[in-house]
């Protein structure tokens, strides 16, 4: 009878545990690969850089996570914000082969203080 009992609960130990590991790739599959997501970045960037937040502070902030590759210009030249596109596909996505991009870009008003930010998700289907 002791080891009937012992069976069951190695047995249901057995199930939880590759009901957790099911759940798990379920979860990795749908996870963007770079572990950014729109949301996240999104949230961090409104509490770090509220806007009237200098250029010199975005910058700092750009530069730490390595994001900024292109600037923003305006029509008379002046550099207005900066914008970069990180890739963003889940697993699913990349087997599908659908690539994802995250689209970040800040602006700056005339007294080089942020104005507004934007992040956008895009996806790229055949």
């Known amino acids: 009878m002791r080891s009937h009992s012992l069976r069951l609960v190695l047995a249901g130990l057995v199930g939880l545990v ?10 990795l599959a749908v996870v963007p ?7 996240r970045l ?3 960037l409104r509490e770090q850089l509220p806007p009237g937040s200098p250029r010199e ?3 700092r902030w750009c530069a ?3 994001f900024w590759s292109g600037d923003i210009h305006s029509q008379d030249g002046r550099k207005v914000g ?3 596109r990180l890739f963003d596909s889940s697993w699913v996505e990349r087997l599908l082969d659908v690539p994802a991009y995250l ?3 800040v602006h700056f008003d005339r007294n080089d203080r942020l104005e507004a930010t934007s992040i956008q998700r895009e996806e790229t289907w055949p």
């Not at 590759?18 to 979860?27: F, K, N, V």
């Open 103 to 105: 689209d970040i870009e």
């Open 57 to 59: 502070a975005v910058e």
């Open 82 to 84: 900066y914008c970069t």
């Open 33 to 39: 690969r770079n572990g950014f997501g729109a949301s």
């Open 42 to 44: 999104w949230a961090e």
């Open 18 to 27: 590759l009901l957790a590991a099911c759940a798990r790739l379920g979860y």
């Open 64 to 66: 730490a996570r390595g």
